[in-house]
């Protein structure tokens, strides 16, 4: 399994385009075979940052979905990133 973690800071003002422009691809997302989870949402503390959260089965299904990225827009409203991939061995209960 593979996660796909971290958080984006966005330019002043595009938080909430962003974040409505994110519903498609967390839809498409948790429709695509291999997509455990996929989440992209506001943070409750800092308002120019965005948390991201994905699980896949494995980094062919992410490469897969993924493509070429977010489109020059969204892009565009992404000041800094820092997204880190997980790739978990063992999974239990919490």
């Not at 330019?11 to 075979?33: N, W």
Request: aromatic share 6%; charged share 25%.
């Amino acid at each position: 399994m593979l996660i796909v973690s971290g958080k984006l800071y966005l330019r002043p003002g595009t938080a909430e385009k962003f974040l409505a422009s994110s519903v498609e691809a967390m839809e498409l997302a948790r429709h695509t075979s291999g997509c455990l989870d996929f989440v992209v949402a506001a943070d409750p503390i800092e308002s120019d940052r965005v948390n991201v959260y994905e699980e896949w089965e494995s980094e062919n299904a992410l490469l897969a979905f993924r493509g070429e990225g977010p489109d020059s827009e969204m892009q565009s409203s992404i000041l800094r990133a820092s997204v880190s991939r997980h790739v978990v061995t063992s999974t239990g209960p919490a």
